[in-house]
């Protein structure tokens, strides 16, 4: 007699949104409703013991949190208990600026930064000097990176300014073989991730990225920007896993 088994990993889907600010249980609903996601990366929360206390009645897997030392920063990384495994806190910076954790997945392990780069370009230079020790193995970094790439990522006639933290993150992302997901795959597109009012002027910039290592590249899908009514930021969402066709088979025998 022989027993088959049919071998299928679902995709693990994710959702990164800068909050601003998210103190308030009623819009964390509003965020967690917002898509049905596994991993939830959050960016400027706020976010002090008590308001963590109150979270934990909302979300009942796992919280990882930086809650920084003030309170105009802060990320966090939320992930359901049934759909990864092993997960595990590797660094945060103290700051509410940095979270690096590693779980598994389909039998590997995966690397997961969420960041927050500071608005001060020295700053946000030096968060940049340090992200590159740490995106290692199968990497992927999410945020708000508060710096435009290139042209097509802010608003026609506006100015591309010099920012030297640019050039410190793409000179670590050629030397960490990471690439800009989304660009990837919309390289002359012009779509915005934040929309501001300045002086009665719309201001529409591209800063919250995916970030991933190149040899990854198969295994993000459905990369999508999606606008909320509670974030100047839209929420970066997209799905991370093999379509079933090229797992390998799909189907194992075993005699019995």
């Known amino acids: 007699m022989r027993i088959y088994?049919?071998?299928?990993?679902?995709?693990?889907n994710?959702?990164?949104?800068?909050?601003?600010?998210?103190?308030?249980?009623?819009?964390?609903?509003?965020?967690?409703?917002?898509?049905?996601c596994d991993i939830l990366c959050i960016q400027e929360t706020h976010w002090d013991n008590a308001c963590i206390l109150e979270v934990k009645k909302i979300w009942r897997d796992f919280i990882f949190v930086n809650n920084g030392r003030g309170n105009s920063s802060?990320?966090?990384?939320?992930?359901?208990?049934?759909?990864?495994d092993n997960?595990?806190?590797?660094?945060?910076?103290?700051?509410?600026r940095i979270l690096v954790l590693e779980f598994e997945y389909m039998g590997m392990v995966f690397r997961i930064i969420n960041i927050y780069a500071p608005n001060d370009e020295i700053e946000r230079k030096d968060l940049f000097l340090d992200l590159g020790k740490w995106c290692e193995g199968k990497c992927i970094v999410v945020g708000d990176f508060n710096v435009k790439m290139d042209r097509l990522d802010m608003t026609r006639g506006a100015i591309?300014?010099?920012?030297?933290?640019?050039?410190?993150?793409?000179?670590?992302?050629?030397?960490?073989?990471?690439?800009?997901?989304w660009r990837e795959e919309n390289v002359d597109k012009r779509e915005f991730s934040r929309r501001q009012v300045v002086l009665?002027?719309?201001?529409?910039?591209?800063?919250?990225?995916?970030?991933?290592?190149?040899?990854?590249?198969?295994?993000l899908k459905d990369i999508k920007y999606v606008f909320t009514t509670f974030?100047?930021?839209?929420?970066?969402t997209?799905?991370?896993?093999?379509?079933?066709?090229?797992?390998?088979?799909?189907?194992?025998?075993?005699?019995?």
Do not use: P
């Open 238 to 256: 997209f799905s991370v896993g093999l379509d079933k066709e090229r797992i390998g088979g799909g189907i194992w025998c075993m005699n019995a």
């Open 5 to 12: 088994f049919l071998l299928f990993f679902g995709m693990v």
């Open 160 to 181: 591309f300014r010099s920012d030297t933290s640019r050039g410190v993150l793409k000179k670590m992302m050629f030397e960490k073989e990471v690439i800009d997901m």
């Open 200 to 219: 009665g002027e719309l201001k529409q910039s591209r800063i919250d990225l995916v970030l991933v290592k190149e040899d990854l590249r198969d295994f």
């Open 87 to 96: 997960v595990t806190h590797i660094y945060n910076d103290n700051n509410g």
């Open 14 to 36: 994710f959702m990164s949104i800068n909050a601003n600010g998210l103190r308030t249980m009623e819009k964390f609903e509003s965020i967690v409703k917002m898509k049905n």
């Open 231 to 236: 974030s100047d930021h839209a929420a970066l």
């Open 74 to 84: 802060g990320v966090a990384i939320l992930l359901r208990k049934d759909v990864v």
